[in-house]
């Protein structure tokens, strides 16, 4: 017997919550793929931004929190100006990186960080990596 997949059965705590922050209905993407097909950053991705959105939609939280995706997605809203249902994959992927940093986890050490390091690299590149990666 096949499990039978449908909005009854998804239906978690994780994707409600996804709903909320993001204010985006994760159902209305039917995965057409035009959201990965124009990302500008997709080399860099682990799993593709459709992929992510079906992710949540099955329920799959371990699998999507732990990819670099959510933290590759630069906002550039690429997806959102093709997206024919209008769903802001951007906000998606803010929710998804909300969740993880409410879990508390620092990734990012600024003690670690070697000096010649922080005098090379600009300023904004720290603070925004210490936004994404530290709880």
Known sequence: MRAEISIKNTKSKFLDK?????????????QCGKCSAGCPSISEMDISPSEIIRLVQLGGEEEVLNSKTIWVCASCFTCVTRCPKGVDVAKIMEALRQITLRKNVDYVNPLSIPRETLSQVPQIALVSALRKFSG
């Not at 996804?18 to 039917?30: K, T, W």
Request: aromatic share 16%.
């Open 18 to 30: 996804v709903e909320e922050l993001s204010e985006q209905n994760i159902y209305a993407c039917y």
